[in-house]
């Protein structure tokens, strides 16, 4: 069976791991901990980085950090993983899901004015599958009407928008480092902090509320509890291999991009037929190779395929359900229609799609969806 995803160890890992359990120092915010901030906030010029246990848990920390509260709306597409509208359904946000954009999955911005109230009080997109959302429309919708910005960066680490990358363009942002990610460390997640204002509150809620932080820098004489917070900190096992991942990712940034490339051409003819949609990388957006999806033309199709697939050693899946009918928001969701999100839901395929997978394991992939669509 060719898996939809295989975790990619670049073999530096254990070595780290020991370095871990040798120093004596396991718990979080240590040597590796401080060598990972390091690495990201020189690679990508972010502001501040906060390594955390989860995306899941970063974008917790970002509902806390802009205080949402009971009443507050939040407009996040319906098409995302269900972490996106979790962390602010936490803190008794009202969710306004908005529609997508067919060619990319990411948020529809034309739909985003119409959803702001007096009550709005973030905008959070999703780039898709690592590719860039209209940050600089978003941006400009958020700056008119005062609002926050957070981007769920979980797929986009490695990816730009106009040059700079994504994680760097809203006032905060989280990342996901899940193993299913590019670059991995099991569990763990990472919070970007751009606007000053919440630095050194985004440290206190990362340390359950403490400014433990600052005593440990000299800061202050003693440490105590100074605000709502949770432990949002992963250990230093966590940090150690997730080190070992990013002293790799320009290699595995090129290979992931060689078989997302392959994928592309060698399906590209079924496209030009109208068998399927390929996926779409704007001119203003970089593609990292997070994912490799097609559309097709209806859920009998997408299904029939899935089958076809698996029992040809296989195995394709489909994606997101749309949240604005799930069964928990269903009776709060507004009743707007999201027709997009729902075709997204119904025809939406991933393909197999790790660093290991071989260029052998993708032309066969890639003949059997062939041979699929020359037998209907």
Partial sequence: MIPFNKPHLTGKETDYIKEVFASGKISGDGNFTKRCHQFLQ????????????????????????????????????????????????????KIIFADSNPDTANIDVSKIESLITSRTKAIVPVHYAGVACDMDSINAIAAKHNLYVVEDSAQA????????????LGHLSAFSFHDTKNIISGEGGMLVINDEHFEKRAE???EKGTNRSAFFRGEVDKYGWVDVGSSFLPSEVTAAMLLAQLESIDKIQTRRKEIWNRYYSLLKSLEEKEFLKLPVIPDYATNNAHMFFIVLNNLETRSK??????????????????LHASAYYVSKHDGRALPVSDMLTNQLLRLPMFYDLKNDEVDFICQKITDFFTTL
């Fill in 42 to 93: 020189q690679k990508y010029n972010f502001k501040k980085v906060l390594l955390t246990t989860s995306c899941t848990d970063a974008l917790e920390a970002c509902a806390i950090l802009l205080d949402i509260k009971e009443g507050d709306e939040v407009i996040v597409p319906s098409y995302t993983f269900v972490s996106t509208v979790n962390a602010f359904v936490l803190r008794g946000a």
């Fill in 305 to 322: 395929l899935i089958d076809h697939l698996k029992r040809n050693n296989i195995s394709a899946v489909f994606h997101y359900i749309s």
């Fill in 157 to 168: 680490i490695d990816s730009f928008y106009k040059g700079k990358p994504l994680g760097s």
């Fill in 204 to 206: 206190i809620i990362r």
